[in-house]
Nanobody, 119 residues
Framework: QVQLVESGGGLVQAGGSLRLSCAASGNIFSVSLMGWYRQAPGKQRELVARITGGGNTNYADAVKGRFTISRDNAKNTVYLQMNSPKPEDTAVYYC?????????????WGQGTQVTVSS
């Protein structure tokens, strides 16, 4: 069994900061790509940022320069530092990780954490 557990969501004022964390645990041989996605009410889930095991990153245009993704490979944990969030960043944020274990190689999702940005 593999679990992705997110934490750090909540209510934040526009212009403030918030840090999300997501830890992968369980039957894991290795973790490659890790990322954050979000889904606002009435909208499709979209990529926010992702990071390879080697630290290469890419971001959605909407968050470039404001959000930073990082990871701790020893802890199988990925972070999303959200600086200067805007009300339009309000969404449920989901962690995603490509994990290789005894069952093979597949993508796993966290349960989601709500981020609400007030104006």
């Amino acid at each position: 069994q593999v679990q992705l557990v997110e934490s750090g969501g909540g209510l934040v004022q526009a212009g403030g900061s918030l840090r999300l964390s997501c830890a992968a645990s369980g039957n894991i041989f290795s973790v490659s790509l890790m990322g954050w996605y979000r889904q606002a009410p009435g909208k499709q889930r979209e990529l926010v940022a992702r990071i390879t095991g080697g630290g290469n990153t890419n971001y959605a245009d909407a968050v470039k320069g404001r959000f930073t993704i990082s990871r701790d490979n020893a802890k199988n944990t990925v972070y999303l530092q959200m600086n200067s969030p805007k009300p339009e960043d309000t969404a449920v944020y989901y962690c995603n990780a490509d994990i290789y274990n005894a069952l093979g190689y597949r993508a796993y999702w966290g349960q989601g954490t709500q981020v609400t940005v007030s104006s």
